[in-house]
């Protein structure tokens, strides 16, 4: 087995909430980390860290900083993941063993160009709609390229924000779907008036990052918010050259 990276794996506290454990291969369990408010009943190669009642965005700036302290890249991806992948014939089947370190090596050999690659098929895409489902599923993180973006600057779709961060910053985000990560499980518990105000906030913080329209939309688990966003991807590099690069990896 070639695969090394630890996954690392963010729980917003429900002892039941671990999909994303159930949908990795058992080959790879030694590699993951649990980082959760209370202790949960998981396979027994699998770790996890307890950090008390703190919220997910402090869970994953914990996560980052001790990844950038330790010098190591890492996946960070949420609890309510299932993954698939294309078999031979481009029909999706459940990820195996083999899509895990395909992905894994492309990332590793990518990793000098890019701050983040996402297995999520609508990930860094360039158009609104495609935030619907939200956007941190299975992500590459190379922590010196990353180091100067914080998980915990908001609340609220704190890892669109850190995203926003990034290409401020001009690092280059890009997405490789031989592996791909839905979520199984969505949350409405913040009010549409402050996603509106966090908006504006975005909007002021990255100038370069985020476009922002007045014109109700919906991101990030189909939640409602009173602006149109559309995220500049381009403003690091150009996306087509840069997914031409990475598909070709």
């Not at 990518?110 to 990930?123: D, F, M, Q, T, V």
């Not at 031989?178 to 975005?202: A, C, K, Q, T």
Request: net charge neutral.
């Amino acid at each position: 087995m070639t695969f090394k990276t630890k996954i690392i794996i963010p729980s917003r506290g429900g002892l039941s909430r671990q999909k994303t454990v159930e949908s990795i291969p058992v080959e790879l369990h030694k590699h993951i980390l649990v980082v959760s408010s209370e202790v949960a009943l998981l396979p027994p190669e699998v770790s996890q860290l307890v950090v008390g009642n703190i919220s997910i965005s402090k869970k994953r700036q914990l996560i980052h900083q001790m990844q950038i302290d330790f010098g190591e890249d890492y996946f960070m991806v949420d609890d309510d993941v299932v993954f698939w992948a294309y078999d031979e014939k481009r029909k999706l089947q459940k990820a195996t063993l083999s899509s895990f370190e395909r992905f894994e090596s492309i990332c590793v050999e990518n990793r000098e160009k890019y701050g983040l690659i996402s297995s999520h098929p609508r990930a860094f895409s360039h158009v609104p709609e495609a935030f619907s489902n939200g956007v941190s599923k299975l992500v590459y993180h190379n922590v010196e390229k990353t180091r100067n973006a914080s998980y915990d600057k908001g609340e609220q779709f704190e890892d669109i924000e850190f995203y926003l961060q990034l290409i401020e910053q001009k690092v280059i985000c890009v997405k490789h779907n031989s592996l791909i990560s839905v979520n199984d499980f969505s949350e409405h518990d913040d009010s549409y008036e402050s996603r509106g105000e966090l908006i504006l906030r975005w909007s002021r913080e990255y100038p370069n990052a985020i476009t922002v329209k007045e014109e109700p939309s919906e991101i990030a688990g189909r939640k409602k918010v009173p602006y149109t966003i559309k995220i500049n991807w381009s403003y690091a590099k150009k996306p087509k050259t840069v997914m031409i690069e990475l598909e070709n990896a």
